[in-house]
Protein backbone atom coordinates (compact mmCIF):
# COMPACT_ATOMS: atom_id res chain seq x y z
CA UNK A 1 0.00 0.00 0.00
CA UNK A 2 0.93 3.45 -0.41
CA UNK A 3 1.44 6.32 1.72
CA UNK A 4 -1.82 7.96 0.68
CA UNK A 5 -3.87 5.18 1.27
CA UNK A 6 -2.43 4.24 4.81
CA UNK A 7 -3.83 8.01 5.14
CA UNK A 8 -6.73 7.81 3.91
CA UNK A 9 -7.69 4.35 5.53
CA UNK A 10 -7.06 6.54 8.78
CA UNK A 11 -3.62 4.23 9.58
CA UNK A 12 -0.03 6.04 10.47
CA UNK A 13 2.76 6.26 7.62
CA UNK A 14 4.11 3.10 6.47
CA UNK A 15 7.29 2.37 8.69
CA UNK A 16 10.50 3.93 7.75
CA UNK A 17 13.59 2.05 8.47
CA UNK A 18 15.81 4.84 9.37
CA UNK A 19 13.41 6.29 11.91
CA UNK A 20 13.52 2.61 13.51
CA UNK A 21 17.10 2.52 13.73
CA UNK A 22 17.79 5.31 15.51
CA UNK A 23 14.50 4.43 18.20
CA UNK A 24 16.32 1.59 18.83
CA UNK A 25 19.78 3.41 19.24
CA UNK A 26 18.47 5.69 21.60
CA UNK A 27 16.71 2.72 23.76
CA UNK A 28 20.43 1.37 23.44
CA UNK A 29 22.43 4.19 24.90
CA UNK A 30 19.86 4.70 27.62
CA UNK A 31 19.74 1.11 28.79
CA UNK A 32 23.31 1.12 29.22
CA UNK A 33 23.47 4.98 30.91
CA UNK A 34 21.29 3.54 33.44
CA UNK A 35 23.02 0.14 33.81
CA UNK A 36 26.26 1.97 34.49
CA UNK A 37 24.47 4.14 36.95
CA UNK A 38 23.29 1.13 38.97
CA UNK A 39 27.06 -0.21 38.73
CA UNK A 40 28.57 3.11 39.92
CA UNK A 41 26.17 3.22 42.71
CA UNK A 42 26.52 -0.34 43.67
CA UNK A 43 30.77 0.20 43.70
CA UNK A 44 30.14 3.06 45.88
CA UNK A 45 28.13 1.54 48.25
CA UNK A 46 31.01 -1.06 48.44
CA UNK A 47 33.42 1.34 49.19
CA UNK A 48 31.61 3.35 51.71
CA UNK A 49 30.84 -0.43 53.38
CA UNK A 50 35.01 -1.45 53.20
CA UNK A 51 35.76 2.27 54.66
CA UNK A 52 33.19 1.59 57.34
CA UNK A 53 34.85 -1.92 58.46
CA UNK A 54 38.27 -0.67 58.24
CA UNK A 55 37.57 2.27 60.27
CA UNK A 56 35.75 0.17 63.52
CA UNK A 57 38.93 -2.39 63.01
CA UNK A 58 41.48 0.44 63.41
CA UNK A 59 39.41 2.06 66.01
CA UNK A 60 38.42 -1.26 67.96
CA UNK A 61 41.60 -3.22 67.50
CA UNK A 62 45.14 -1.72 66.16
CA UNK A 63 47.06 -4.34 66.73
CA UNK A 64 45.39 -6.74 65.02
CA UNK A 65 45.03 -4.61 62.27
CA UNK A 66 48.75 -4.32 61.52
CA UNK A 67 49.96 -7.17 62.79
CA UNK A 68 49.06 -9.22 60.46
CA UNK A 69 51.06 -7.03 57.92
CA UNK A 70 53.85 -6.72 60.25
CA UNK A 71 57.15 -9.12 59.39
CA UNK A 72 58.80 -8.89 62.38
CA UNK A 73 55.63 -8.44 64.75
CA UNK A 74 58.60 -8.29 67.97
CA UNK A 75 59.97 -4.98 66.44
CA UNK A 76 57.14 -2.82 67.31
CA UNK A 77 57.00 -4.26 70.15
CA UNK A 78 59.85 -3.16 71.29
CA UNK A 79 59.42 0.33 69.96
CA UNK A 80 56.38 1.11 71.18
CA UNK A 81 57.80 0.17 74.72
CA UNK A 82 61.14 2.69 74.61
CA UNK A 83 59.05 4.73 73.05
CA UNK A 84 56.24 4.43 75.45
CA UNK A 85 57.12 2.50 78.66
CA UNK A 86 54.87 -1.03 79.76
CA UNK A 87 51.65 0.90 80.07
CA UNK A 88 50.83 2.91 77.18
CA UNK A 89 53.36 1.41 74.94
CA UNK A 90 51.15 -2.11 75.56
CA UNK A 91 47.76 -0.42 75.71
CA UNK A 92 49.12 1.05 72.52
CA UNK A 93 49.97 -2.37 70.79
CA UNK A 94 47.28 -4.55 72.56
CA UNK A 95 49.08 -7.85 70.60
CA UNK A 96 46.61 -10.35 71.43
CA UNK A 97 48.45 -13.71 71.71
CA UNK A 98 50.95 -15.08 73.87
CA UNK A 99 53.51 -15.49 71.73
CA UNK A 100 53.62 -11.86 70.47
CA UNK A 101 54.14 -10.51 74.70
CA UNK A 102 57.88 -10.21 75.35
CA UNK A 103 57.21 -7.94 78.62
CA UNK A 104 58.56 -9.79 81.82
CA UNK A 105 55.91 -8.73 84.18
CA UNK A 106 57.97 -9.97 87.48
CA UNK A 107 60.88 -8.27 86.81
CA UNK A 108 58.82 -5.19 85.37
CA UNK A 109 61.27 -5.02 82.98
CA UNK A 110 61.64 -6.19 78.80
CA UNK A 111 63.15 -8.45 76.72
CA UNK A 112 65.17 -7.16 73.75
CA UNK A 113 63.76 -8.72 70.55
CA UNK A 114 66.16 -11.36 69.30
CA UNK A 115 66.26 -9.25 66.05
CA UNK A 116 67.92 -6.71 68.18
CA UNK A 117 70.02 -9.09 69.89
CA UNK A 118 71.27 -10.24 67.08
CA UNK A 119 72.68 -6.56 66.02
CA UNK A 120 73.90 -6.71 69.33
CA UNK A 121 76.13 -9.62 68.66
CA UNK A 122 77.16 -8.27 65.51
CA UNK A 123 78.82 -5.34 66.76
CA UNK A 124 80.68 -6.92 69.94
CA UNK A 125 82.25 -9.55 67.52
CA UNK A 126 83.32 -6.79 65.17
CA UNK A 127 85.43 -5.28 68.54
CA UNK A 128 89.07 -5.26 68.94
CA UNK A 129 88.24 -8.19 71.79
CA UNK A 130 89.81 -11.08 72.60
CA UNK A 131 85.82 -12.59 72.65
CA UNK A 132 86.81 -12.83 68.45
CA UNK A 133 89.54 -15.60 69.37
CA UNK A 134 88.32 -17.20 72.64
CA UNK A 135 86.08 -19.77 73.86
CA UNK A 136 82.06 -18.22 74.34
CA UNK A 137 79.73 -20.44 75.94
CA UNK A 138 75.82 -19.73 76.86
CA UNK A 139 74.80 -20.33 80.03
CA UNK A 140 71.43 -19.96 81.83
CA UNK A 141 73.04 -20.70 85.41
CA UNK A 142 74.70 -17.90 87.30
CA UNK A 143 78.22 -19.50 86.70
CA UNK A 144 80.23 -21.90 84.11
CA UNK A 145 82.73 -24.67 85.38
CA UNK A 146 85.46 -25.66 83.22
CA UNK A 147 86.94 -28.79 84.09
CA UNK A 148 90.33 -29.91 83.28
CA UNK A 149 92.55 -32.58 83.23
CA UNK A 150 96.13 -30.96 83.30
CA UNK A 151 98.33 -33.49 85.21
CA UNK A 152 100.35 -36.42 84.13
CA UNK A 153 98.84 -40.11 84.56
CA UNK A 154 102.49 -42.37 85.27
CA UNK A 155 103.28 -44.99 83.50
CA UNK A 156 106.47 -47.75 83.13
CA UNK A 157 108.34 -50.52 81.45
CA UNK A 158 107.23 -53.95 82.78
CA UNK A 159 109.29 -57.24 82.43
CA UNK A 160 106.53 -60.48 81.72
CA UNK A 161 107.42 -61.92 85.43
CA UNK A 162 107.78 -58.68 87.67
CA UNK A 163 104.81 -57.50 89.84
CA UNK A 164 103.56 -53.87 88.35
CA UNK A 165 104.08 -50.69 90.77
CA UNK A 166 101.26 -48.16 91.60
CA UNK A 167 101.46 -45.38 89.15
CA UNK A 168 100.12 -41.80 89.39
CA UNK A 169 96.66 -41.14 88.50
CA UNK A 170 95.46 -37.92 86.99
CA UNK A 171 93.76 -35.17 88.67
CA UNK A 172 90.66 -32.91 87.59
CA UNK A 173 90.89 -29.22 88.85
CA UNK A 174 87.55 -27.44 88.16
CA UNK A 175 87.53 -23.50 87.19
CA UNK A 176 85.00 -21.84 88.30
CA UNK A 177 83.70 -18.76 86.43
CA UNK A 178 81.01 -16.46 87.84
CA UNK A 179 78.67 -14.16 85.70
CA UNK A 180 78.90 -10.26 86.36
CA UNK A 181 76.23 -8.14 85.18
CA UNK A 182 77.46 -5.60 82.88
CA UNK A 183 75.02 -2.32 82.23
CA UNK A 184 74.70 0.79 80.36
CA UNK A 185 72.68 3.46 80.91
CA UNK A 186 71.68 6.02 77.91
CA UNK A 187 69.06 8.15 77.76
CA UNK A 188 66.87 9.78 75.48
CA UNK A 189 64.51 13.04 75.32
CA UNK A 190 60.75 11.90 75.13
CA UNK A 191 60.31 14.25 72.30
CA UNK A 192 63.47 12.43 70.82
CA UNK A 193 60.94 9.14 71.40
CA UNK A 194 58.33 10.78 70.05
CA UNK A 195 59.42 11.21 66.40
CA UNK A 196 58.04 8.22 64.31
CA UNK A 197 60.58 9.05 61.76
CA UNK A 198 63.56 7.98 64.14
CA UNK A 199 65.09 4.23 64.22
CA UNK A 200 65.02 3.93 67.99
CA UNK A 201 65.94 0.62 68.00
CA UNK A 202 69.29 1.18 66.12
CA UNK A 203 70.19 4.31 68.03
CA UNK A 204 69.97 2.13 71.23
CA UNK A 205 71.16 -1.18 70.14
CA UNK A 206 74.37 0.77 69.07
CA UNK A 207 74.56 2.64 72.16
CA UNK A 208 74.19 -0.61 74.26
CA UNK A 209 76.55 -2.25 72.02
CA UNK A 210 79.33 0.26 72.38
CA UNK A 211 79.27 0.40 75.77
CA UNK A 212 79.05 -3.17 76.47
CA UNK A 213 82.14 -3.70 73.98
CA UNK A 214 84.57 -1.13 75.15
CA UNK A 215 83.71 -2.68 79.09
CA UNK A 216 83.81 -6.71 78.44
CA UNK A 217 86.96 -5.56 75.89
CA UNK A 218 89.08 -3.96 78.74
CA UNK A 219 87.90 -6.77 81.41
CA UNK A 220 89.17 -9.79 79.73
CA UNK A 221 92.40 -8.24 79.62
CA UNK A 222 92.49 -6.49 82.35
CA UNK A 223 89.76 -7.35 85.01
CA UNK A 224 90.19 -7.79 88.41
CA UNK A 225 87.58 -10.70 89.05
CA UNK A 226 85.81 -8.20 91.47
CA UNK A 227 82.14 -7.57 89.42
CA UNK A 228 83.33 -8.20 86.66
CA UNK A 229 85.51 -11.11 84.43
CA UNK A 230 89.13 -11.78 85.35
CA UNK A 231 91.49 -10.56 82.65
CA UNK A 232 94.56 -12.99 81.45
CA UNK A 233 96.81 -10.37 82.49
CA UNK A 234 96.02 -10.49 86.03
CA UNK A 235 96.80 -14.02 86.49
CA UNK A 236 100.43 -14.60 88.49
CA UNK A 237 102.97 -14.80 86.32
CA UNK A 238 106.68 -16.75 86.31
CA UNK A 239 109.49 -16.94 83.82
CA UNK A 240 108.51 -19.31 81.79
CA UNK A 241 111.68 -21.85 82.74
CA UNK A 242 109.89 -22.09 86.03
CA UNK A 243 105.90 -22.39 85.10
CA UNK A 244 103.54 -24.18 87.05
CA UNK A 245 99.73 -24.48 86.63
CA UNK A 246 98.00 -21.58 88.12
CA UNK A 247 100.03 -19.20 86.52
CA UNK A 248 101.10 -17.78 83.09
CA UNK A 249 104.40 -18.11 81.79
CA UNK A 250 106.86 -15.78 80.22
CA UNK A 251 109.74 -14.63 77.82
CA UNK A 252 112.13 -11.78 78.74
CA UNK A 253 112.70 -9.24 76.24
CA UNK A 254 116.48 -8.78 77.46
CA UNK A 255 116.26 -5.03 77.63
CA UNK A 256 114.09 -2.82 80.49
CA UNK A 257 110.80 -1.39 78.72
CA UNK A 258 111.66 -2.23 74.82
CA UNK A 259 113.03 -4.72 72.95
CA UNK A 260 117.10 -5.78 73.04
CA UNK A 261 119.08 -3.51 70.63
CA UNK A 262 120.48 -6.02 68.76
CA UNK A 263 118.40 -9.16 67.46
CA UNK A 264 115.04 -7.65 68.75
CA UNK A 265 113.17 -10.34 66.91
CA UNK A 266 114.62 -13.30 68.55
CA UNK A 267 112.10 -12.34 71.53
CA UNK A 268 109.34 -12.94 69.56
CA UNK A 269 110.78 -15.43 67.75
CA UNK A 270 111.75 -17.33 71.90
CA UNK A 271 107.89 -16.51 72.89
CA UNK A 272 106.77 -18.61 69.35
CA UNK A 273 108.35 -21.87 70.81
CA UNK A 274 107.63 -21.31 74.25
CA UNK A 275 103.89 -22.28 73.67
CA UNK A 276 103.72 -26.45 73.22
CA UNK A 277 103.50 -27.79 69.83
CA UNK A 278 99.83 -28.61 70.67
CA UNK A 279 98.48 -24.86 71.13
CA UNK A 280 100.73 -22.97 68.06
CA UNK A 281 98.50 -24.78 65.27
CA UNK A 282 95.60 -22.48 66.52
CA UNK A 283 97.82 -19.55 68.22
CA UNK A 284 96.93 -16.03 67.76
CA UNK A 285 99.03 -13.04 68.71
CA UNK A 286 97.22 -10.33 70.85
CA UNK A 287 98.63 -6.85 70.97
CA UNK A 288 97.79 -2.97 70.62
CA UNK A 289 97.95 -0.64 67.96
CA UNK A 290 101.92 1.31 69.67
CA UNK A 291 103.06 -2.54 70.04
CA UNK A 292 102.04 -3.22 66.36
CA UNK A 293 103.71 -0.66 64.93
CA UNK A 294 107.13 -1.29 66.92
CA UNK A 295 107.15 -5.09 65.76
CA UNK A 296 105.47 -4.28 62.37
CA UNK A 297 109.40 -3.27 61.80
CA UNK A 298 111.27 -6.03 62.91
CA UNK A 299 113.20 -7.84 60.37
CA UNK A 300 115.02 -11.54 60.62
CA UNK A 301 118.70 -12.67 60.26
CA UNK A 302 118.31 -12.29 56.28
CA UNK A 303 116.41 -8.81 56.16
CA UNK A 304 112.69 -10.15 55.47
CA UNK A 305 109.97 -8.85 57.89
CA UNK A 306 108.23 -10.83 60.66
CA UNK A 307 105.41 -9.13 59.51
CA UNK A 308 102.86 -9.77 56.86
CA UNK A 309 100.27 -7.92 56.35
CA UNK A 310 96.47 -9.64 55.56
CA UNK A 311 95.99 -10.63 51.38
CA UNK A 312 92.50 -10.19 51.19
CA UNK A 313 90.09 -7.68 52.43
CA UNK A 314 89.05 -8.52 56.63
CA UNK A 315 91.77 -11.19 56.76
CA UNK A 316 94.33 -10.59 59.69
CA UNK A 317 97.79 -9.55 59.60
CA UNK A 318 100.45 -12.21 60.41
CA UNK A 319 103.33 -11.95 62.59
CA UNK A 320 105.83 -15.31 61.74
CA UNK A 321 102.79 -17.08 60.12
CA UNK A 322 100.12 -16.64 63.14
CA UNK A 323 97.32 -13.78 63.10
CA UNK A 324 97.52 -10.94 64.85
CA UNK A 325 94.68 -9.33 66.73
CA UNK A 326 94.81 -5.50 67.35
CA UNK A 327 93.46 -5.47 71.70
CA UNK A 328 93.68 -1.45 72.54
CA UNK A 329 93.23 -2.67 76.14
CA UNK A 330 96.72 -4.33 76.08
CA UNK A 331 99.62 -2.21 78.00
CA UNK A 332 101.79 -0.24 75.73
CA UNK A 333 105.51 -0.99 75.60
CA UNK A 334 107.29 0.53 79.00
CA UNK A 335 109.06 -0.93 82.01
CA UNK A 336 107.89 -4.37 82.73
CA UNK A 337 104.88 -4.83 81.03
CA UNK A 338 103.30 -7.62 79.40
CA UNK A 339 102.50 -5.82 76.00
CA UNK A 340 102.25 -8.73 73.83
CA UNK A 341 100.72 -12.22 74.22
CA UNK A 342 100.84 -15.25 72.20
CA UNK A 343 98.55 -18.28 72.64
CA UNK A 344 95.44 -20.64 71.58
CA UNK A 345 93.37 -18.28 73.49
CA UNK A 346 90.34 -20.68 71.88
CA UNK A 347 91.59 -22.70 74.50
CA UNK A 348 93.22 -20.98 77.17
CA UNK A 349 90.36 -18.10 77.97
CA UNK A 350 86.52 -18.88 78.31
CA UNK A 351 84.08 -16.37 78.08
CA UNK A 352 80.48 -17.50 80.03
CA UNK A 353 77.16 -14.93 78.72
CA UNK A 354 73.52 -15.34 79.22
CA UNK A 355 72.27 -14.75 75.99
CA UNK A 356 69.03 -12.65 76.92
CA UNK A 357 69.28 -8.94 77.34
CA UNK A 358 66.98 -6.78 79.15
CA UNK A 359 66.36 -3.28 79.03
CA UNK A 360 64.42 -1.25 81.86
CA UNK A 361 62.70 2.22 81.20
CA UNK A 362 62.99 4.84 83.54
CA UNK A 363 61.02 8.01 82.66
CA UNK A 364 60.74 9.15 85.64
CA UNK A 365 64.44 10.31 87.33
CA UNK A 366 65.64 12.64 84.56
CA UNK A 367 62.92 13.95 83.39
CA UNK A 368 61.87 15.38 79.94
CA UNK A 369 64.68 12.83 78.99
CA UNK A 370 64.38 8.81 79.73
CA UNK A 371 66.58 6.56 81.08
CA UNK A 372 67.25 2.90 79.88
CA UNK A 373 69.20 0.63 82.21
CA UNK A 374 70.35 -2.28 80.19
CA UNK A 375 71.93 -5.06 81.32
CA UNK A 376 73.63 -8.31 80.75
CA UNK A 377 75.68 -11.03 82.56
CA UNK A 378 79.42 -12.27 81.34
CA UNK A 379 82.23 -13.73 82.99
CA UNK A 380 85.32 -14.71 81.42
CA UNK A 381 88.50 -16.70 83.09
CA UNK A 382 91.73 -18.77 81.99
CA UNK A 383 90.69 -21.86 81.86
CA UNK A 384 94.34 -23.50 80.08
CA UNK A 385 97.31 -21.77 81.99
CA UNK A 386 99.45 -23.65 79.50
CA UNK A 387 97.21 -22.09 76.20
CA UNK A 388 98.99 -18.21 76.76
CA UNK A 389 102.55 -17.03 76.88
CA UNK A 390 103.69 -13.62 77.35
CA UNK A 391 106.83 -11.08 76.44
CA UNK A 392 107.44 -9.28 79.46
CA UNK A 393 109.80 -5.97 78.51
CA UNK A 394 112.28 -6.40 81.03
CA UNK A 395 116.13 -7.54 81.61
CA UNK A 396 114.98 -11.27 83.69
Known sequence: MSDQTWAGAGLPPGPDPAWEMQAALADFVKEVKGFHEELRAKVQQQEERVTML???????????????????PHLKAFGAYVRHGDDDGLRAL??????????????????????????IRGVLMATASIRQIASVVHVEASSFDVLVDHSEMGSGWATETASLTETA???????????????????????????SAFDIETWLANRIADKFARAEASAFIAGDGVDKPTGF?????????GWSWGSLGYIATGADGDFAAVNASDAVVDLVYALGAEYRAHASFVMNSKTAGAVRKMKDADGRFLWSDGLAAGEPA??????????????????????????????????????????????????????????????GDVSDFAA?????FATA
Not at 54 to 72: D, F, H
Not at 176 to 194: F, G, N, V
Not at 346 to 358: D, F, H, K, M, V
Open 388 to 392: IKLLK
Open 318 to 379: RLMGYPVLIAEDMPDIASGTYALAFGDFANGYTIAERPELRVLRDPFSAKPHVLFYASKRVG
Open 94 to 119: ALEGKALNTAVSAEGGYLVDPQTAET
Open 233 to 241: LTHPKVANS
Open 169 to 195: TPQIDRITIPLHELSALPKASQRLLDD
Open 54 to 72: QTKTLTGRPALAQAASEEA
